[in-house]
C-alpha cells in the first residue's frame, strides 16, 4: 500500500534559528538574514522611537502609583515596549486588537485614554473603554482565551467579506495552552486574517521557558498547523513592524494567518505582588540590559542623523505631559453606581437578586444617594 504524501499549504519551512533583527544592540546594522523583510524607513523609526519613550514613562508612572496603592495591580511591560508598539502601529484603524493583561502598552498605541485603560486596574468593574470605538476587545486576563476570541472574529469578518485583519499578543506561558492550539488550528485550516504575536520573555510567571517547552523555538508550531512562523528579535522594532506588516499584508490577501515568535525579556516582576529575585538572579536581568529597545532605536537614530538632542529633549517633554495626564486622571474618583451589580446579570433576573436590589437600593435611599 502506498500513502500519498499532500503537497497542500500545510508544507511550511521551518523559521530560521537566529530572530530576524535589522538594528543591532550597539545600533548597528545587523548582520542576520532578514527573511525577504524590508527595514522601515527613518521617519517611520523616529515615530517608533517616540511612542517607545511615552510608553515607558507611562509604565514607570503605572508602576509608581501601584507601589503607592492607588491602583489595585499592574503587569508592567518594561522592557517589551518594541514589541506592543511596533506590532499595534502595523494595524490599520479597521483591524482589531485583541490584548492580554499585560499588553496596556498596545492600548496606548491604539489611542485608548488613560483613563480609560486604567479603569480596572484601580478596581472599576467595567472594561474601561469602548471595544467599538477602538477597535480593541478588553484585555484578556485568563490565559490564551484572546486567541481564539481573535480567530473567531477574524473568521467572521471574512464571511462577511470585510476587509478586517485580526492581531492578538499571548505569552510564552499562553502558547501552552489548549486555546492556543485550538486557535493555532482553525485560523490555519479555515485561512483566517489573523497575527499571532507570541512574547517570549522567557518566564510565565516563575517557570523559565526551558521548563515549559523543549521546543527549539516557538516559532516552530508553526509549521505543525499548516502556517508561517517567523522569529524576530522582540527588542528590535523595525524586525516587529516589518514582521507585522508583512503578515498582516499576507492576511489582507487572503494568505491566512501567521505565527510571530518575538524574544525578549520581562525587566520588571510579573506583578506588583510577585518576587521575581526568588526564581532569577540580578546578572541575567542585567545581561538583558543591553539589548534594551529604547537604546538601541536612539544610537541608530543618532548615527542615521534623524535624532538630535533638541528632538529628543521635544519626545521627553511629551512623555512627561502623558505621566502627568496619567497622575491626574488617578486622582479623579470613578463615577460608580452601585445599582450596575445588577444590571447585566440576568435577562430575567432571578427573585432572590431582586431582593438583594431592593436591599441596595433602600440603602442607597437612606443614605441619600438614590
Known amino acids: 500500500m502506498t500513502i500519498d504524501v499532500p503537497t497542500s499549504r500545510s ?29 522601515p524607513s527613518d521617519r517611520t523609526l523616529l515615530g517608533l ?82 471595544p467599538n470605538e477602538y477597535h480593541t476587545s478588553p484585555a484578556a486576563t485568563p490565559l490564551a482565551t484572546q486567541t481564539l476570541h481573535a480567530t473567531g472574529y477574524a473568521m467572521a469578518a471574512k464571511l462577511k467579506g470585510e476587509d478586517a485583519c485580526t492581531l492578538t499578543f499571548l505569552g510564552d506561558g499562553a502558547s501552552s495552552e489548549g486555546d492556543t492550539h485550538e ?29 515549559q517547552s523543549n521546543a527549539t523555538m516557538l516559532a516552530d508550531r508553526a509549521a505543525g498547523y499548516g502556517m508561517p512562523g517567523l522569529r524576530v528579535d522582540g527588542n528590535d522594532i523595525a524586525a516587529v ?13 487572503g ?41 538601541r532605536l536612539e544610537k541608530h537614530l543618532r548615527t542615521a542623523g534623524v535624532l538630535d538632542d533638541a528632538t ?20 479623579t474618583e470613578a463615577k460608580v453606581d452601585p445599582s450596575e451589580l445588577f444590571a447585566y446579570v440576568y435577562a430575567n433576573p432571578r427573585a432572590n437578586l431582586i431582593a438583594q436590589q431592593d436591599k441596595l437600593e433602600a440603602e442607597l435611599a437612606a443614605a441619600g444617594r438614590s
Open 312 to 331: 529628543a529633549a521635544e519626545i521627553t517633554a511629551s512623555a512627561e505631559e502623558l505621566a502627568t495626564s496619567v497622575r491626574e486622571a488617578m486622582n
Open 183 to 211: 486557535a493555532f488550528n482553525f485560523a490555519s485550516v479555515w485561512q483566517t486574517p489573523t497575527v499571532f504575536v507570541l512574547a517570549n520573555n522567557q518566564y510565565a510567571i516563575s517557570t523559565p521557558l526551558r521548563e
Open 11 to 39: 508544507h511550511r519551512s521551518l523559521p530560521q534559528l537566529r530572530p530576524v533583527s535589522f538594528i543591532g544592540a550597539d545600533g548597528q546594522p545587523s548582520d542576520v538574514p532578514t527573511d525577504g523583510l524590508r527595514i
Open 255 to 295: 494568505e491566512g494567518p501567521t505565527l510571530i515568535e518575538c524574544l525578549t525579556y520581562r525587566m520588571e516582576s510579573h506583578t506588583n505582588s510577585d518576587d521575581p529575585t526568588k526564581y532569577r538572579d540580578a546578572e541575567e536581568v542585567e545581561h538583558w540590559k543591553q539589548f534594551d529597545p529604547i537604546d
Open 241 to 253: 513592524f516589518a514582521a507585522v506588516a508583512a503578515a498582516l499584508e499576507r492576511a489582507r490577501n
Open 49 to 130: 522611537y517616540q511612542k517607545m519613550v511615552q510608553v515607558r514613562r507611562f509604565e514607570a508612572q503605572v508602576t509608581h502609583l501601584t507601589r503607592q496603592g492607588r491602583l489595585a495591580t499592574y503587569p508592567s511591560a518594561a522592557g517589551q515596549e518594541a514589541i506592543e508598539v511596533g506590532a499595534t502601529t502595523a494595524l490599520a484603524p479597521g483591524d482589531w486588537l485583541f490584548p492580554t493583561y499585560r499588553d496596556t502598552a498596545s492600548l496606548l498605541t491604539r489611542g485608548i485614554p488613560v483613563t480609560e485603560i486604567l479603569s480596572a486596574f484601580r478596581g472599576d468593574w467595567h472594561c474601561g473603554f469602548d
